[in-house]
């Protein structure tokens, strides 16, 4: 490298490096002025500036750009050495020695403390120490207002903590879990919330020097009895996510108190005498059905013919143990709606990993499994936990079939998403209802009303593919079988054609039979539409198609309608329904925002006031909704700024976590609600998105 190449590239890298400094410097200024708001925003500042000015002014490119407009004599020789020095230009030996001569000439004439100056920091700097100083003097001035406010409340904190400590009531829970889960019971003591699996016991040992102790779980109120220990105890059930409330004899009552929230009565006696609070959320997991899988064949299969032999392999999964797997089918044998069904098991081989994890297998020929050409085997695997009652779960269903055409005719059929999927015929229908008829005494009456609308469904869905494969409906029979030459002379009427026309009716019967939840007439009208259908396929009967014939309009008819009783319309926006949820969780906010905002001389007047207030108000949060985290995270917190009786920065910390929480709830359900829209007319809605789209394209 010559002397020239020397002077120019050690100039160059200066530049970068002078240039680069100066940009992380100017990001971690204005990085500080952030940082006095809060550290995340201080970074997020810092890193997003020197992201933003290295791109701009500290790339190799940029400095430069910066040397040529500090020299405009050079006329681009600083980017030319920077190419020929990357081999990006290639040129003559005496070429390259005279330009770095001219950029070594002019490069000695550089003063980078001019063209990258030090004085762009400067506002920045500056800024950053106002703000600063600003910081400093809040944090000065609200010690001491801290200060003077905790002699004034020295007296309030004193009463506070002596009449509703939390000390004065101590909240064990055992949690017992069901005995199929295997799992011991645990105890906890004055907890944040209780964790359970579904169907656990709970039994809830209190201790308290008040006379009189009552547990509320889920709005239902009981008294404790006291043990022989003297502490009270009692015992509930977790069904379900809710909370526990644990209240002292002499807990005052409070009222609302506008934007201030909750305050406790006017009595000054009751807030005397105030018992202990305790709100306890309760967060119930339930236990979840086994995860079953058919492993093998895991699809599909179509024979010509044969007699192969197939392997199946399903595996199940629980998350506390397992009681059964099984392999169930449904044999359809038929066509048209003389489908026959017959459901049956094939015995696995269970090979457990434990009682968690099962593997069954079995192995059959289509001999072993009676199958004959147009046969449809339907299978799939089905597990059991180990809880009481019906805790099954089954896979994805797959069907074998025997075909000579190689074609599979299984997807042809109607498949539902419920949990039997078999071939929809009006004749498993009828299969269906049986079953839901014989399991009627034994199922609530809310399971038994849907059970029998899922029915009624499909029963609409045979219904309409029957009328869509027929064509419609004839408007005339006697004219069209008039017309027709293949009836027997004489016969104005179609038997076919009446058998179809009573099974469709008898398919409306057995509808709103099922709509009601009668599923035993529902039943007689399935069975009266199945003999219909069978009476109207057999071979002596013709089924009239309906054929459709092309109107023409009268345009003279056109606009000579009266006009005498035309009248205007109005339309209204549709209400938008209340959001009562929405309405709770503002109600929250105001509550806590009055905590926030509690007057100096309060607690003083009167003792106990905050931590009553504070402790009611996270009652009403997780009543709002249990099963919400961020709920409950308020509550907690909550509870916490009721206990930090001798903690004023503590209690703020823990009422400013709470209204955070509770805010993002808030801004949830307000996003979540329902709003109106415009006020078009459905039946224009079409139009008018057709009008606003051929305007933008204009």
Not at 141 to 146: D, F, H, I, N, V
Not at 267 to 276: F, Q, S, T, V
Not at 297 to 322: M, S
Request: proline share 5%; aromatic share 4%.
């Amino acid at each position: 490298m010559s002397p020239e190449e020397r002077i120019v590239t050690d100039v160059m890298a200066r530049a970068v490096r002078r240039s680069r400094l100066l940009v992380v410097a100017e990001a971690l200024a204005w990085g500080a002025v952030a940082a006095a708001i809060t550290t995340a925003a201080g970074a997020l500042i810092a890193g997003a500036v020197a992201v933003w000015r290295w791109r701009a002014v500290a790339s190799r490119a940029a400095v430069l750009r910066a040397l040529e407009r500090a020299h405009p004599e050079a006329r681009n020789l600083f980017v030319t050495v920077d190419e020929l020095s990357d081999d990006r230009l290639i040129v003559k030996p005496v070429i390259r020695h005279r330009v770095f001569a001219d950029a070594a000439a002019t490069a000695r004439r550089l003063d980078l403390r001019t063209v990258f100056p030090i004085a762009r920091l400067v506002p920045v700097a500056f800024l950053a120490c106002v703000a600063w100083l600003l910081v400093q003097s809040v944090e000065v001035w609200r010690g001491a207002l801290s200060r003077v406010g905790s002699v004034a409340l020295t007296r309030s904190q004193a009463l506070d903590s002596s009449t509703s400590s939390p000390a004065r009531m101590r909240v064990r829970v055992a949690v017992q879990p069901p005995a199929y889960t295997g799992l011991e019971t645990r105890t906890v003591v004055d907890p944040q919330q209780v964790e359970a699996v579904e169907g656990s016991a709970l039994i809830v040992t209190v201790e308290s020097p008040d006379g009189r102790v009552t547990m509320e779980h889920d709005g239902i109120a009981h008294a404790l009895a006291r043990d022989p220990g003297g502490a009270f105890a009692g015992r509930v059930q977790a069904t379900k996510t809710g909370y526990l409330l644990v209240t002292s004899d002499n807990a005052p009552g409070l009222q609302a108190d506008g934007a201030r929230g909750f305050r406790p009565s006017g009595n000054p006696a009751a807030n005397r005498d105030a018992g202990a609070r305790r709100m306890i959320p309760l967060v119930v997991s339930p236990d979840a059905l086994p995860a079953v899988r058919v492993i093998a064949p895991g699809r599909d299969l179509v024979y010509a013919g044969g007699n192969p032999r197939i392997a199946f392999e399903a595996r199940a999964t629980d998350d506390f143990g397992l009681r059964s797997l099984t392999l169930r089918y449904t044999k359809v044998s038929g066509s048209g709606e003389q489908f026959k069904f017959a459901e049956g098991e094939i015995p696995l081989t269970v090979a457990s990993a434990g009682a968690r994890e099962w593997t069954g297998h079995a192995s059959r020929s289509l001999a072993d499994l009676r199958l004959k050409d147009g046969d449809i085997f339907v299978y799939r695997a089905v597990a059991a936990d180990a809880r009481p009652g019906d805790g099954s779960a089954s896979s994805d269903a797959f069907f074998i079939e025997i075909s000579k055409l190689g074609g599979a005719a299984g997807d042809a059929f109607t498949l539902p998403e419920e949990e039997t999927r078999y071939a929809l015929s009006q004749q498993m229908l009828i299969i269906r209802t049986e079953r839901l008829h014989q399991r009627r005494a034994s199922t609530t009456q809310g399971d038994l009303a849907e059970a029998a609308l899922n029915l009624a469904v499909e029963q609409r869905m045979i219904r309409a593919e029957l009328v869509f494969m027929l064509g419609g409906e004839v408007e005339s029979e006697e004219v069209e079988a008039a017309q027709s030459t293949e009836l027997q002379e004489g016969r104005l009427q179609n038997r076919g054609q009446r058998d179809l026309r009573a099974a469709t009716i008898a398919m409306s019967q057995a509808e709103k039979q099922l709509t009601a939840a009668n599923t035993g007439e529902a039943l007689t009208a399935e069975r009266a539409a199945v003999a219909a259908l069978q009476r109207a396929f057999s071979r002596d009967r013709y089924i009239l198609r309906a054929l459709a014939t092309r109107s023409r309009l009268d345009l003279a008819r056109r606009l000579t309608g009266s006009l005498s009783e035309a009248t205007g319309s109005r339309r209204y926006p549709p209400l938008v329904p209340a959001n009562r949820r929405a309405a709770l969780l503002q109600d929250l906010l105001s509550g806590i925002a009055g905590l926030l905002h509690v007057a100096p001389d309060e607690p003083a007047r009167r003792p106990g006031a905050f931590r009553q207030r504070a402790l009611v108000i996270a009652e009403e949060a997780v009543r709002i909704e249990p099963a919400a985290p961020l709920l409950r995270q308020a509550a907690a917190e909550l509870q916490r700024a009721a206990g930090a009786a001798d903690d004023p920065a503590g209690r703020s910390r823990a009422l400013t976590a709470a209204a955070t929480s509770a805010s993002y709830e808030a801004r949830r359900a307000h996003a979540d609600a329902a709003l109106a829209s415009p006020a078009i007319v459905p039946a224009l809605s079409g139009a008018f998105a057709d009008a606003l789209a051929s305007g933008r394209r204009r």
